[in-house]
């Protein structure tokens, strides 16, 4: 019994001389937080969004005959009235002198029957020729006057058409590039270019019927012609290259009805563009606000845990203690996140440093850079 008592405090021994001494504890984790902001949020939506000119004009020339020359440059600003194309107006000015040699013809012969009827007026009432010769010298002379009258219309018929040999501009804008080539024989089916207003221009988006029916008010008093007195008023252009264009829009219209193939109705707004930068064809987004939450909770996105449908956030509560919460999210708003239920004011979120924290484990905070809003 003693040498098994010896060897059992030996083993004693050898055990506590061999255990290694426990290490220090690891201190919480770092992590960012971020306040529960309360505020009003404007809610925007965006939309794609092609640019037009505000008046595109079709040049067409109004009368047939050979281009003989152009007399603008192509992607040039035009003035309304200036002359664009030149068609030949030898025919036409040949046709203008045919007609003033007719006129000239019926007058002369207007002249005569007024002379007829002053003849024969004097004879006829001293019973010297029969009455009916001088009605039908009356006759003669109004007949002569209504051609005549045709005749003058005929002159000025062909001097308009000479002039449109001259095609103008019907408006200022920029000119495109011509699709009439010198030589070419043209007629009033000819499209020559195409004019396009750009000071102010057009962004057409399209709006689903849901969405129209919340902006109905205020699109159906600008249809009036009176201020809106609703949201959505302004409205912004996101450019192809992602930037907001520095100028903001105001809705200018309508279309008459829901497209029956696509659901959706067809909105234009209006832009200054005083510097041309715009220009028909172009693609971009338009931003609008559609609403305003009053007092709504903010987060930033990126303390909202999602699991398959579901939202948690991770809440600092009392000793820096942790704890996981389910809440309820609305509409992202920048890179923030409203929450429409789970939280309160003033509460505070943990917004990096997630993957080190348990339920009920203790952390290190310190505050979360905020985030600069988009433009």
């Not at 595109?56 to 040039?76: D, K």
């Not at 600003?77 to 036409?92: A, N």
């Not at 996101?238 to 696509?262: E, S």
Request: include cysteine.
């Amino acid at each position: 019994m003693k040498l098994l008592f010896a060897i059992a405090v030996l083993c004693l021994l050898l055990t506590a001389g061999c255990a290694k001494p426990a290490g220090p504890a690891l201190p919480p984790p770092l992590v960012d937080v971020a306040p529960v902001v309360q505020k009003d949020v404007p809610i925007t939506r965006e939309w794609v969004a092609n640019v037009d000119g505000f008046v595109n004009a079709q040049i067409q020339p109004q009368v047939s005959g050979y281009l003989l020359r152009q007399t603008y440059r192509e992607g040039s600003f035009v003035k309304q009235g200036q002359v664009l194309f030149e068609i030949d107006p030898k025919p036409l000015q040949v046709a203008l002198e045919q007609a003033q040699g007719q006129l000239a013809q019926a007058k002369a012969q207007l002249v005569k029957a007024q002379q007829d009827v002053d003849r024969d007026r004097p004879l006829a009432e001293a019973r010297a020729i029969a009455q009916s010769q001088l009605d039908g010298d009356v006759q003669v002379l109004q007949a002569q006057r209504a051609i005549v009258e045709a005749q003058q219309a005929q002159v000025e018929l062909a001097r308009i058409n000479l002039s449109y040999t001259k095609v103008r501009s019907l408006i200022d804008g920029v000119a495109g590039i011509a699709s009439g080539q010198i030589g070419n024989l043209v007629g009033p089916t000819t499209v020559l270019t195409t004019v396009s207003q750009v000071e102010p221009i057009k962004v057409y988006f399209a709006l689903g019927e849901n969405e129209y029916l919340r902006a109905a008010q205020p699109i159906s008093e600008i249809a009036r012609g009176v201020t809106a007195t609703g949201e959505p008023r302004n409205v912004q252009l996101v450019l192809g290259n992602g930037t907001l264009y520095d100028q903001p829009g105001k809705l200018y219209l309508a279309d008459r009805q829901v497209d029956p193939q696509t659901g959706t109705m067809r909105i234009a707004a209006v832009f200054p563009n005083p510097h041309g930068l715009l220009r028909p064809g172009q693609f971009g987004r338009i931003r609008m606000q559609v609403q305003i939450l009053p007092k709504a909770l903010l987060i930033p996105q990126a303390a909202v845990i999602e699991l398959q449908g579901s939202y948690q956030v991770a809440v600092l509560g009392a000793d820096n203690k942790v704890e996981i919460r389910p809440v309820k999210v609305g509409p992202r708003v920048d890179a923030d996140w409203v929450i429409s239920d789970g939280l309160k004011t003033g509460e505070k979120v943990i917004v990096q440093g997630l993957q080190r924290v348990r339920p009920g484990g203790i952390v290190q905070p310190k505050p979360y850079p905020a985030a600069a809003p988009k433009n």
